[in-house]
């Protein structure tokens, strides 16, 4: 069925280290594309978006990579932090309003 | 601004009681969502709410019911609470004219159903 889902459920890495956190998506329709951290016991916070008809979009640490030829996108975190460490999810809008679909998850552990 | 804020933050039922969860927002949005967080597994949508008076069914709908009176509130509502109902429940909004989807969240309720 269709769907969002992670690679990986758990990534850990070393402090300082790049994290690359992947998600797939099946529905071709999907035009929008975004990334959240959750911290323990705290709700769901944006962390950068892109739209399908972009292939890279970078903030503050963080560039999101889209490819639509293999519905693939991912999150990379330059010089990862203690402070990183939470779970990362993904959702696409499949042209449906607001309304987001959201991936599994995956949890980032940063070893000091 | 508050943002989105929800109560109560915890709850304790017994299995067939009923219990409302409040979820409000300061940001004028007009689109409003309940989801419901289980472990190891991402956000699924019960409800959700394009504008004042308006509501429609999510993903996983059923054993929940919800009203959107006034624009900044959305309330979920659980007539007879099942164990299977136990989890951690988010509330979020978007604007409608945004160019962006993005989704603001409350801090979640986390109920248990006994």
């Known amino acids: 069925g269709e769907s969002v889902g992670l690679h990986l459920p758990t990534l850990s890495v070393q402090e300082g280290d790049n994290s690359i956190i992947n998600c797939a998506y099946s529905?071709?329709?999907?035009?929008?594309f975004i990334w959240y951290k959750q911290e323990s016991g705290k709700g769901p916070q944006f962390i950068i978006d892109?739209?399908?008809?972009?292939d890279k979009r970078q903030g503050q640490r963080v560039t999101v990579l889209l490819n639509k030829t293999v519905k693939h996108l991912s999150l990379q975190i330059a010089a990862t932090q203690p402070g990183d460490s939470a779970v990362y999810f993904c959702a696409e809008n499949r042209n449906q309003g607001g309304k987001l679909i959201f991936g599994q998850g995956t949890e980032l552990s940063v070893k000091p | 601004n508050a943002g989105v804020t929800q109560t109560p933050k915890f709850r304790v039922l017994k299995t067939g009681q009923s219990m409302t969860l409040l979820c409000a927002q300061d940001?004028?949005?007009?689109?409003m969502y309940w989801y419901r967080q289980d472990p190891g597994m991402g956000l699924r949508l019960i409800h959700y709410?394009?504008?004042?008076?308006?509501?429609a069914k999510g993903e996983v709908p059923d054993g929940y019911n919800v009203s959107r009176l006034k624009k900044q509130n959305f309330l979920l509502g659980l007539e007879s609470a099942a164990p299977s109902q136990t989890s951690v429940y988010f509330c979020?909004?978007?604007?409608?004219?945004?160019?962006?989807?993005?989704?603001?969240f409350g801090p979640g309720t986390r109920l248990t159903v006994t």
């Open positions: 979020a909004s978007s604007s409608r004219t945004s160019s962006s989807y993005e989704q603001y």
């Open positions: 940001m004028n949005h007009e689109y």
């Open positions: 892109i739209r399908s008809n972009m």
């Open positions: 529905n071709s329709a999907s035009d929008y």
């Open positions: 709410s394009v504008g004042e008076g308006t509501t």
